[in-house]
């Protein structure tokens, strides 16, 4: 079991840039793959990018490829995703997941934070 406590939302203007963190206790984290998902109101929640346990295997999804970049750090149990070019339509509710298989879907995810808010003003 790993618990996961995001932080590092908030308000900025399209263009801008934001880092997200997720903070995760439990010794199972570090041979997990972490991940990012978010949900925006009304819709389901998606996939944004995954990172496998030694950080080497990275995915994103095509909408965020080239904008945003996942990392780890298993020395300080912490999960990064480093959001720059932001666009309004990134606004969402951003979820870490944990789990110790890798999946773009978000019902395969055990784990999960309690999420942060991104809102992109245009």
């Known amino acids: 079991q790993v618990q996961l406590v995001e932080s590092g939302g908030g308000l900025v203007q399209a263009g801008g840039s934001l880092r997200l963190s997720c903070a995760a206790s439990?010794?199972?984290?570090?041979?997990?793959?972490m991940g990012w998902f978010r949900q925006a109101p009304g819709k389901e929640r998606e996939f944004v990018a995954t990172?496998?346990?030694?950080?080497?295997?990275?995915y994103y999804a095509d909408s965020v490829k080239g904008r945003f970049t996942i990392s780890r750090d298993n020395a300080k149990n912490m999960m990064y995703l480093q959001m720059n070019s932001l666009k309004p339509e990134d606004t969402a509710v951003y979820y870490c997941?944990?789990?110790?298989?890798?999946?773009?879907?978000?019902?395969?995810?055990?784990?999960w934070g309690q999420g942060t808010q991104v809102t992109v003003s245009s």
């Open positions: 439990g010794r199972a984290f570090r041979t997990y793959y």
């Open positions: 990172i496998s346990w030694s950080g080497t295997n990275k």
């Open positions: 997941g944990a789990d110790p298989d890798d999946s773009t879907r978000y019902r395969d995810w055990s784990n």
